[in-house]
C-alpha cells in the first residue's frame, strides 16, 4: 500500500511565476502540473493535493490558520502526513500557531518553502519540496518546518535571512533533522509522544498590542485600545526598558490592573530573557508583567492569540503563556 500524504499548497514563492512583462512573482497554481515538475515525489507516496487559497503569505490571518487546521482535521484519518507550502514572510507564525491548534498530533505537518520558484533555474524548492515530503511520512509527530536540508521545529523557527537558501533557524532549540546522504532524525530533540486522542482547538483572539522599545523613544504613544487584551513590550537584551525619561513602569502597572497581560519580550534574536538581572527588568516584573523566556517573537504572538482565544481568566491565560504548550517555551 502507497503511503498517503496529504499536500495542501498555500501560495508563496515556491508556487510563483515570474510576469514577464513586469518581472514581478504572483501566486500561480502551478501545483496543478506538480508531479510534472518533480515527478519522483510519487515514489515517496500517493500525494492528495489540497489548495484552499493562494497568497503571498503576507496576506494570512488567523483565519486561514483555521482552514489549514480544520483541512488536516478533516483528512487526519486518511493520510499519514502532512506537508504545507508557503510563503516564507510568514511561515513561522502559521507553524507556530499551528502547533498550538493541532493538539495530539498523530503524524508529522511539514512547513516549506522556497527562496526561488520551483519554475526557476536554481530553485531551491526542488529538494525543500522532497525532503518535506520524506519526513511528512517520517515517526516524527509535530509541526516542524523544513527549509535547506535543516527540519526545525515550527515553534521555535524564524526567518532569519532574506536572500540566502538557509533562510530560516532555530536560534534557541536544536534541530529536529538533517537532511544530508541519508536523513538524521535526533530523537532526543522530539516532543515525546503524548498518546492524547487528536483534536483541533483552533479559535484565536488578536487582541494585543506590540510596542517596540528604542532609544530616545516616545513611550507616551504607548496607548492600548479598549478592548486590547495583551500588551507586548519589546525590550533590550535580557528584558530592560529605560528608566529615564518615561513613567513607563506605572503604566505597566495600570495595565496590568486593568486586567490585561502585559508581556515582555527581547529585541534580541536568540537567548532567554532574565528581566530580573538589572533594576528595570526587575522593577516590570513587580508591576505585573512576565517575560517570553526563550520564546520566538511569532510563537509568543501566536500563543497569545491562542490563549486569549480560549479563555477569559487572566490567571489561566497567564499561566498558559509561561508554560511550554508545544514545545515553544523551554522549562
Ligand atoms: N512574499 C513571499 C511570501 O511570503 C515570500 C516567499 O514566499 O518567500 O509569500
Redesign the pocket.
Known amino acids: 500500500m502507497p503511503r498517503r500524504l496529504l499536500l495542501i499548497h498555500t ?4 508556487g ?1 511565476v515570474r510576469d514577464q512583462a513586469s518581472g514581478v ?1 504572483k501566486p500561480d497554481l502551478l501545483y496543478d502540473s506538480l508531479t510534472g515538475f518533480i515527478p519522483e515525489l510519487t515514489q515517496l507516496g500517493e500525494i492528495q493535493i489540497e489548495i484552499p487559497f493562494l ?4 496576506d494570512l490571518t488567523p483565519a486561514h490558520w483555521q482552514v489549514l487546521a480544520e483541512l488536516i482535521r478533516i483528512n487526519h484519518n486518511r493520510v499519514e502526513g502532512v506537508v504545507i507550502t ?6 513561522a507564525y502559521t507553524a507556530s500557531a499551528l502547533s498550538f491548534m493541532l493538539v495530539n498530533l498523530p503524524f508529522p505537518v511539514i512547513l516549506t ?3 526561488k520558484p520551483l519554475s526557476e533555474i536554481r530553485s531551491d524548492a526542488r529538494a525543500n519540496l522532497i525532503n518535506a515530503v520524506d519526513l511528512a511520512l517520517s515517526e516524527i509527530r509535530e509541526v516542524a518546518v523544513l527549509f535547506d536540508h535543516r527540519l526545525m521545529r515550527g515553534n521555535r523557527t524564524v526567518k532569519s535571512h532574506i536572500n540566502h537558501f538557509d ?1 530560516f533557524s532555530s536560534p534557541n532549540y536544536p534541530l529536529l533533522a538533517r537532511v544530508g546522504m541519508d536523513i538524521e532524525i535526533y530523537q532526543r530533540n522530539l516532543l515525546p509522544p503524548t498518546g492524547g486522542f487528536f483534536h483541533t482547538m483552533t479559535e484565536m483572539d488578536n487582541s494585543i498590542d506590540v510596542y517596540r522599545l528604542f532609544p530616545g523613544c516616545r513611550t507616551s504613544s504607548f496607548v492600548p485600545g479598549n478592548d486590547t487584551r495583551a500588551v507586548v513590550l519589546v525590550a533590550y537584551g535580557a528584558g530592560n526598558v529605560s528608566l529615564q525619561d518615561s513613567d513607563l513602569i506605572d503604566r505597566v502597572r495600570l495595565w496590568h490592573q486593568e486586567g490585561r497581560l502585559v508581556v515582555i519580550l527581547s529585541e534580541s534574536g536568540a537567548g532567554r530573557l532574565d528581566p530580573g538581572l538589572y533594576e528595570s527588568g526587575a522593577r516590570l516584573l513587580d508591576a505585573g508583567a512576565v517575560h517570553g523566556g526563550d520564546m520566538t517573537f511569532a510563537a509568543s504572538i501566536t500563543k497569545l492569540m491562542f490563549l486569549l482565544g480560549h479563555s477569559t481568566d487572566p490567571a489561566s491565560i497567564r499561566k498558559g503563556f509561561l508554560s511550554s504548550l508545544a514545545g515553544e517555551r523551554s522549562e
Open positions: 501560495g508563496g514563492t515556491i510563483m512573482l497568497l503571498d503569505s503576507s508557503h510563503g516564507t514572510d510568514t511561515l518553502g522556497a527562496q533562510a
